[in-house]
């Protein structure tokens, strides 16, 4: 039970372990994530970061350990019911279809959260066209969100990458997460992009109220868009506190750069 006077968590990673043929991806890893945070997930390759997002999407299962979601556990949950929960995801390697528009490849994410079904799509029922109305309307206000409303009717293969990637986060949105899981949102970004996408990231929490937590190796933005940051090494979490706090932290020092001196 949280304790009184403190908020309930978003999310709780309790004591999770992941093997896979032997080989420990993680190793008991805890950590609450509150409702409003922006949380940063970082170490070396191989730290366990990608293990555990994909655990928290439930693409891969746990070994022990729970994930809590607002208090429910979620390894029972299979993948496609992760959404309807208000789990969002974005990918380290770009999921947009090239030669759809942005505006099609927007509303995708939001079909996650419909009620439409296929064979009333197939019938083109009356109340399937009203929610595709309502997915395009809710598509669009995203785009304006994100300041992204010129590159509706353009197709994906035709946009840079910067603003694919912003695009990616677009889609998420669109099936309204509590909680957003982004994956290496500043890979390929240059240092324009990268300012772009720290004002994107404080304006999807504090405007949209939205939970985040990201993965990602470029420092520089963990540090200044955090709430919090756990660190890990080898499957284990290692520290975790504020930017400032893990920045001078030992073991952190001493995983990054072979030394704690």
């Known amino acids: 039970m949280p304790e009184s006077g403190r908020a309930r968590p978003l999310l709780s990673v309790r004591d999770v372990s992941v093997n896979f043929g032997g080989i420990i991806a993680l190793d008991g890893v805890s950590f609450d994530i509150e409702a409003g945070h922006i949380v940063g997930l970082i170490g070396p ?8 997002f994909n655990c928290i999407s439930r693409l891969y299962n746990v070994n022990a350990g729970d994930i809590l979601l607002e208090d429910h556990s979620i390894l029972n949950e299979p993948v496609h019911n992760m959404c309807s ?3 969002g995801r974005t ?5 947009l279809f090239a030669n759809l528009t942005v505006l099609d490849n927007i509303m995708i994410g939001g079909h996650s959260t419909g009620k439409t079904d296929y064979i009333s799509n197939a019938l083109h029922l009356p109340w399937t066209r009203r929610e595709e109305r309502r997915l395009r309307e809710q598509a669009l206000e995203v785009l304006s969100f994100l300041g992204l409303q010129d590159t509706a009717q353009q197709r994906i293969s035709d946009l840079p990458f910067g603003v694919k990637k912003r695009l ?11 909680l957003l899981l982004m994956d290496e949102p500043a890979g390929g970004l240059n240092h324009n992009e990268l300012s772009d996408l720290i004002a994107t990231i404080h304006k999807i929490r504090n405007e949209y109220g939205v939970t985040v937590l990201l993965v990602e190796h470029h420092m520089g933005l963990v540090m200044e868009v955090s709430d919090t940051v756990v660190a890990m090494s080898l499957g284990r979490k290692l520290a975790e506190g504020p930017p400032s706090v893990i920045q001078q932290h030992p073991d952190v020092i001493e995983a990054y750069l072979g030394t704690g001196k």
């Not at 390759?45 to 555990?52: E, Q, S, V």
């Open 85 to 87: 929960l208000g789990v």
């Open 91 to 95: 990918f380290q390697n770009l999921a």
């Open 168 to 178: 990616e986060i677009a889609r998420a949105l669109l099936s309204k997460p509590k």
């Open 45 to 52: 390759n191989g730290a366990g970061k990608t293990t555990l």
